[in-house]
Structures are given as structure tokens and as C-alpha cells.
């Protein structure tokens, strides 16, 4: 009897594992991120959100590894062709967000994930440079992208993606603005 219920035990684990497995795995809603339906962590701090994003999308952090946020917010008086200068206060505070709050640090899958396509000596300035939103984004055209006036480049994500303040950017819901309904996106 004892020998039948240790088989059942074990049959039933494995039932399991293959069912976590054949789900996705780390990638189920259930696991690898604290919230299901968001692929980094959404922004979360207003210093961050007042200073940057009263010029830019506050870009999460989860989406640059620690160094290439230490590496950018090092050089703010020539940000991109901006002086965006801090009070040292704000900029020490804005920097540790970030930094405990980038994607090697995050257990969130689209952080993973760009840190498993970054090398050791990557280290990126900018979103749309690293190799995994290059992939992510290869099928798109000029059209769609810089020749089109609603988007103009690839770091306007919020011009496609319809939830990414909220920290998703889940492929459905994307919406390409100007596209037609019969590409796909729209």
C-alpha cells in the first residue's frame, strides 16, 4: 500500500512539472514575476516619473541592466543633446531607483530576458540598442516606425504599445498608429 501511494505521489509531481513545463514553464503567469500580466516592473517612483518623464516616456528600469543606468545618469548634462542636470539629491535618488530596480536585478521576464542577450561587457545607453529589442522589433518597417509622424522612433514605446506605462509589453496590445487594420495591427 505504502508502495502504491509513493507511485501516485510521484506520478502526480510529475503530472505537474510537465503541466508548469508545457505552460511556459518560469514564464506562467504563476511564476518568475511578482504580477502575471506585466513583463517588467512598472515605474513606481514620482521623483523618476516628474524628472524624466516631463520630457520622455519614464522608461522602466527593468528594461537597462544597473551599469547602463549608472553609465547614463553619469553624463546628464549631455543627455541624447539635453542638459537634463539634477540637483544632487534628486539625481542620488533617481539613480538608486534605478539601479535597484534595473533588469538584473528584476525577476520579471522581459528583464530576464534582456540581460540573457546582453554580454558581460554590454553596456547599452540606450533601450533600443540591446539586442533583444532589436530582435523583438526587426519586422518592422520604416513606415511604420520612422516614417511614420505618430511613432518617429523605436524609443516612443508608448505610441504602440498601449500598456507599457503599466510595465506591459505584451504583443497584444500593440497598435501601430497610421497602420491599416489590414496589416494587422490596428
Known amino acids: 500500500m505504502k508502495k502504491l501511494l ?6 502526480t509531481g510529475s503530472a505537474f512539472a510537465t503541466l508548469a513545463f508545457c505552460s511556459g514553464g518560469g514564464e506562467s503567469e504563476y511564476s518568475g514575476s511578482r504580477y502575471s500580466s506585466l513583463d517588467v516592473a512598472p515605474v513606481k ?3 523618476y516619473r ?13 528594461l ?15 543627455h541624447f543633446g539635453d542638459n537634463a542636470e539634477l540637483t544632487p539629491e534628486a539625481h542620488a535618488a533617481i539613480l538608486t531607483y534605478l539601479v535597484d530596480n534595473a533588469a ?24 533600443t540598442d540591446t539586442s533583444y529589442i532589436k530582435r523583438k522589433h526587426n519586422e518592422l518597417t520604416d513606415r511604420e516606425v520612422r516614417n511614420n509622424p505618430e511613432v518617429g522612433s523605436l524609443s516612443n514605446c ?8 503599466k510595465g506591459s509589453f505584451n504583443e497584444n496590445q500593440i497598435k501601430i498608429p497610421g497602420v491599416p487594420k489590414s496589416w ?3
Open 64 to 78: 537597462l541592466p544597473a551599469r547602463s543606468w549608472q553609465k547614463l545618469m553619469s553624463g546628464l548634462e549631455d
Open 184 to 186: 494587422g495591427w490596428d
Open 158 to 165: 508608448v505610441a504602440c504599445h498601449t500598456q507599457a506605462e
Open 104 to 127: 538584473d536585478t528584476s525577476d520579471y521576464k522581459r528583464s530576464r530576458r534582456i540581460m540573457n542577450a546582453l554580454s558581460n561587457d554590454e553596456t547599452p545607453l540606450r533601450i
Open 45 to 47: 517612483n514620482q521623483l
Open 50 to 62: 516628474n524628472e524624466c518623464a516631463s520630457c520622455h516616456f519614464a522608461y522602466p528600469a527593468g
Open 6 to 11: 509513493l507511485i501516485g505521489t510521484i506520478l
